[in-house]
């Protein structure tokens, strides 16, 4: 089968590649198709993330292990496209260069089958210019808990009253 899938930079400008590609594909396979359909040079470390349909992040799918004790971290050259991106999770988060930190969104369009004549992977479509520089992250949680100010002036309370 022939995945097509739109690869989305998280930025507020629309910026995004609609790639075709074998559901077979290595996801190291993967991971080269996009980083050159948006001009990279592909030597960057990078990973996937697997994510449910609010886009949060679950496990990782990484290039290489950087672990020191050889962990159980999921290989990009050992995982398949068709192994973690399907009809029922059709989503992944693709970061690319750690340093820079450039997020797209990855997302299944729908499956066809192979046309004779094409070889895959192919761009079918490219919309807007990569910036020279990553958008700027905003890496802030929504708070857990909605803490009530029960004191709005701590001038009041003596430290050495309630020390316990």
């Known amino acids: 089968m022939i995945y097509k899938i739109r690869i989305i930079l998280d ?9 075709e590609i074998e559901a077979s594909t290595s996801m190291e396979e993967f991971h080269n198709a996009i980083a050159q359909s948006f001009g990279f040079l592909g030597n960057e470390m990078a990973s996937f993330y697997t994510c449910d349909e609010e886009w949060i992040q679950d496990e990782e799918i990484a290039l290489f292990d950087m672990s020191d004790n050889g ?9 398949f496209l068709e192994d973690v991106m399907t009809e029922d999770s ?6 690319y260069d750690f340093l820079s930190m450039w997020t797209f969104f990855v997302e299944l369009a729908d ?19 990569l910036p020279e520089t990553p958008p700027e992250k905003n890496f802030e949680s929504k708070p857990a808990h909605d803490f009530d100010d029960t004191y709005d ?12």
């Not at 962990?71 to 050992?78: R, T």
């Open 111 to 129: 499956t066809v089958e192979p046309e004779s004549g094409i070889s895959y992977p192919n761009v079918l479509f490219s919309f807007g210019e």
């Open 71 to 79: 962990s159980d971290v999921k290989l990009m050259n050992e995982t």
């Open 153 to 164: 002036n701590y001038d009041d309370l003596d430290f050495d009253e309630n020390w316990n």
């Open 11 to 19: 930025a507020k400008e629309d910026i995004f590649r609609d790639l």
């Open 90 to 95: 059709p989503k992944l988060i693709y970061v």
